[in-house]
């Protein structure tokens, strides 16, 4: 347990203390671009330490598994998924590489939040975490939810300072992280044509293989 809680403190740390700090501006101008290599292979090492971690943590019951919560989990985890498999499959400049298009127009799932991705993360963290209802899940899920809805802030705290703040407001201005905030607010409207079919459907064969293979994967079967 105590290998789990160091693992989810260097997980969330370099995230959080690190890739949208200052800090990362300091180590950018002395390292260049052998900045982006150690942080991808210091983030790949966390979450390798995070997950055998939690492998081999002890099940230590705080709530003890909800039954009823099962049947929400496999609803809620399918917009988990589309928020995924969408945000990535969709041009957006808080992605890594793609800041420049923060002067087009927001498009597609990017109408919905300019976080797709870290917001699907955010909500499978907490479906799962729930569901499991022990301390080694609330620490493993936890640093998934941490760094995935402080992420967003971050993200947008770089964005703004390496954009300059004009070009992100105009952004910004047009979207939102919470999903669908911008569009009820007018500042945006839904566009299922920018979205497109074949991003939905990777997004719901991506939930069926998980559902359907998620008692031989990880070994716990997501159904009552």
């Known amino acids: 347990m105590v290998s789990l809680i160091l693992a989810a403190l260097?997980?969330?740390?370099i995230h959080l203390g690190v890739a949208g700090t200052g800090l990362r501006d300091r180590l950018i101008a002395a390292m260049g671009r052998g900045y982006r290599v150690v942080f991808s292979v210091a983030s790949l090492a966390g979450l390798a330490w995070l997950i055998l971690a939690y492998r081999h943590a002890p099940y230590l019951p705080a709530w003890g598994i909800l039954a009823w919560w099962k049947p929400v989990a496999i609803v809620l985890m399918l917009p988990a998924f589309l928020l995924v498999v969408i945000g990535l499959a969709t041009p957006n400049p808080t992605a890594v590489g793609q800041d420049e298009r923060v002067d087009k127009a927001p498009e597609g799932i990017v109408r919905v939040t300019r976080h797709p991705f870290l917001t699907g993360v955010a909500l499978w963290a907490i479906l799962h975490l729930v569901a499991n209802g022990d301390w080694a899940s609330f620490v493993f899920f936890g640093a998934f939810v941490v760094v995935a809805g402080a992420g967003t802030v971050s993200i947008d705290a770089k964005r703004r300072r390496t954009l300059g703040d004009a070009r992100w407001q105009a952004f910004a201005d047009r979207t939102s992280i919470l999903p669908f905030a911008a569009i009820v607010q007018?500042?945006?409207?839904?566009?299922?044509?920018?979205i497109g079919a074949w991003r939905p459907l990777a997004g719901v064969l991506a939930y069926a293989l998980m559902l359907g293979g998620h008692a031989d994967i990880i070994g716990v079967?997501?159904?009552p």
């Open 10 to 13: 260097f997980f969330a740390g």
């Open 186 to 194: 007018g500042r945006n409207h839904f566009s299922a044509a920018e």
């Open 221 to 223: 079967s997501p159904f």
